[in-house]
């Protein structure tokens, strides 16, 4: 893509206005909390602490609308925390000649490093960074910094406590999560009709497991119909699968594939069902035809599907009733499932205890490889580069160049550019509508107060609608918060629409000039897709051949959580990278843009067939298939050593787990034909096949003819 073509779309993306809003509830809580803050300081301190603990109240307010799934209060407690220090140290640094410099190059540095923790930490990080650059320009001594920090933290205090005292929509982001995982396998379920080898988009399952993770405080407090239905969803996903794929499932054509489709239409009809019912709270509402729920009574058609497909339609036929059932059973108890002592599942830890786990995920960013740690030194350099000039030229306001850049600054291209474009444009309109009723009306003191709380409440309504839109409402509360210092409003306008510009576009050439592409990144998150697919397999081998072991729940689930966040990561860095100025060629000179789509769909290929041999994995009671735990040992060191080879853009050799593998089958064939076995043998050529394409893909040198896998009809 050329840098034109690059930039006028990350522009227009920017630029692009969506018609939805926030919660009017929602948004009407967050500026009432900042009203309840603001107007007390106003009245018995004066217009400098009334502007720092509005400032802790509006970034507190911002907090608690991230996307998290922590308890709102907590985040702005959180947040309101990093505030105080931040205005805390930016004050007494200030103070100090040359100081001040070097606490913003390390509290921007911090900043850049926290995104590594996610995007809430990073979003609310560059916020106290902002802050701390707007608050030291107010007129203060040193001995005053603690009344100032300690009236940001009550400011996101208060916040934490107005969402406590007045909960709106408490899980709905849970609810949503939930939702969108059933609504995806009822999108799933209708692919698979027309295409039997479709892929599952792993995002709502990832974002599921995030939710379902709960304090014990949540625990207690939960909705009854959040409990067991995402482990109920995790199973529906490798039985419409293996149903709808005609290696192991209903035949390609004919009466059977037929009778299939029939039964993926009724399981997506039902899935949609229930996913309207977990997102709304009402009962769930079946649809009148359901053969996919009465599959398994005489007369229903059973007799049309046969072996492994008839058992992926009977598990999938038991999954949507369970559902089904649990979801109206716990609609009718829900007053005593409420009161009854619960299991609180996954554990979320406080986020006291998260610390030392934060600190070791941001020490592990700490090397020259990675793209936080690139972000970290590149906004450290630009947000301090752009302070030190604003000083050397004496620029009165030109705080608002370093305080734009750190607002702007994101590790990726796109939304580096896109929300330049935005906050510049937003800010420009802002600060210029502001200033011209400043300079119209004249407001006093207590009217500024008011407007200043009302641009917050607008910001907060604003958040879904784009950023160019609610930079708009945040430039126009920070100009009302600050007129009540003395002033020339005219002039002040000038100088922060300049320095938003100058800002603006220092960021965007630093990261222009300073690039982290994830195009050059492809290869390792390819690999660590690989090695994870690899270990997944190697899981379910080995839980057929120890079934009484309890490795499924031990071992193939976490290797499925795995490997479902490692294609996550790569598609994710797939879509950065397309918008990226760059050619592949240029970044990844080893593996070219076809190799790299050949080898994501060879590892495609593998992953799946690993989902089929899950969905008929034997109970802790059935014997053991031989040889099968053996199998998949080699299995993940052939993966694992593949991996390293596409990392380094070497060739991949799999010939000695094909003659484990040939040698392994052989065995089998001679075993009495028992189902069990023609699905573990059916799913291990499928592996075999899908690593026989990556050797392919990724070849970079003429290899000699090889034997291919035994066939499937074998």
Request: with cysteine; proline share 6%; aromatic share 6%.
């Amino acid at each position: 893509m050329s840098w034109f073509t690059a930039l006028r779309d990350t522009a227009r993306a920017g630029l692009t206005v969506d018609r939805s809003l926030t919660n009017p509830r929602r948004a009407l809580r967050g500026a009432v909390a900042a009203a309840l803050v603001v107007f007390p300081a106003l009245f018995l301190y004066g217009p400098a602490q009334a502007t720092s603990a509005a400032m802790g109240a509006f970034i507190a307010g911002t907090a608690t609308f991230q996307r998290s799934f922590r308890p709102r209060a907590s985040l702005a407690l959180a947040a309101a925390a990093g505030l105080g220090l931040s205005t805390f140290l930016g004050y007494v640094a200030v103070g100090i000649p040359g100081a001040f410099p070097v606490v913003l190059a390390l509290w921007a540095f911090g900043a850049g490093l926290a995104w590594a923790i996610g995007p809430t930490a990073g979003v609310v990080a560059a916020n106290t960074l902002a802050v701390m650059m707007v608050v030291v320009q107010l007129p203060v001594s040193v001995p005053t910094a603690v009344e100032h920090g300690l009236l940001c933290s009550v400011g996101g205090a208060v916040q934490a406590l107005v969402v406590t005292v007045w909960p709106i929509d408490s899980w709905r982001a849970q609810r949503d999560a939930l939702a969108d995982i059933y609504a995806g396998l009822g999108d799933y379920a209708r692919r698979l009709r027309h295409d039997p080898v479709a892929q599952v988009d792993p995002e709502p399952f990832i974002v599921g497991r995030q939710a379902a993770r709960l304090t014990a405080r949540q625990a207690r407090r939960r909705p009854p119909e959040l409990r067991g239905l995402r482990t109920i969803a995790e199973r529906i996903r490798p039985a419409l699968a293996a149903l709808a794929d005609p290696r192991v499932g209903a035949a390609e054509e004919g009466a059977e594939r037929d009778r299939a489709r029939e039964v993926l239409a009724a399981a997506a009809d039902v899935l949609d069902a229930l996913a309207r019912a977990i997102r709304s709270g009402d009962p769930v509402r079946l649809p009148r035809d359901t053969p996919g729920l009465a599959l398994a009574r005489p007369g229903s058609g059973e007799d049309l599907l046969r072996g492994a497909a008839r058992r992926s339609a009977r598990r999938l036929s038991g999954l949507l009733g369970r559902a089904a059932d649990r979801l109206d059973r716990q609609d009718r108890t829900t007053v005593q499932s409420r009161t009854a002592p619960t299991t609180t599942g996954l554990r979320r830890p406080p986020l006291v205890k998260v610390a030392p786990a934060a600190l070791a995920t941001v020490g592990r960013q700490l090397h020259r490889h990675s793209a936080i740690f690139h972000h970290a030194a590149r906004m450290a350099v630009v947000v301090t580069s752009a302070y030190l000039a604003s000083r050397l030229l004496r620029i009165e306001h030109g705080y608002w160049a370093p305080m734009t850049s750190a607002m702007v600054m994101r590790p990726d291209f796109a939304q580096t550019f896109s929300r330049g474009v935005a906050r510049v444009a937003g800010t420009a309109a802002g600060v210029l509508l502001s200033t011209a009723v400043v300079q119209l009306f004249d407001p006093g003191d207590w009217v500024l107060a008011v407007l200043a709380v009302c641009c917050m409440g607008l910001a907060y309504l604003t958040m879904r609608t784009g950023y160019a839109v609610m930079t708009v409402a945040i430039s126009s509360y920070v100009v009302f918060l600050l007129g009540l210092q003395p002033g020339d409003p005219v002039k002040l306008a000038v100088d922060r629409v300049s320095m938003t510009l100058l800002g603006g576009f220092v960021a965007l050439a630093a990261y222009a000039l300073f690039p982290t592409w994830q195009t050059a990144r492809l290869p390792e998150r390819l690999a660590e897709w690989l090695a994870s697919a690899g270990r997944y397999a190697a899981a379910v081998f080995g839980a057929y051949g120890d079934p009484a072991g309890g490795r499924a729940e031990r071992e193939v689930r976490p290797a499925l959580l795995d490997v479902r966040e490692a294609r996550s990561e790569m598609l994710a860095a797939l879509d950065r990278a397309e918008v990226e100025p760059v050619r592949h060629s240029e970044q990844v000179p080893e593996l070219s843009r076809k190799q790299f789509d050949k080898a994501r769909s060879a590892v495609g290929m593998l992953d799946r067939s690993t989902v089929l041999l899950e969905a008929h994995l034997p109970g802790e009671d059935a014997p053991p298939v031989p040889g099968a735990g053996a199998f998949g040992e080699e299995l993940r060191d052939a993966t694992a050593l593949a991996a390293a080879s596409v990392l380094l853009g070497q060739d991949v050799d799999f010939t000695l787990l094909r003659e484990a593998h040939r040698t392994w089958d052989h065995q089998l064939a001679a075993l009495p034909r028992d189902d069990r076995i023609d699905v573990v043998r059916a799913g291990a050529r499928l592996v075999m096949q899908a690593l026989t394409e990556l050797e392919r893909a990724v070849r970079t040198r003429p290899q000699p003819a090889r034997p291919e896998p035994v066939p499937l009809g074998a």
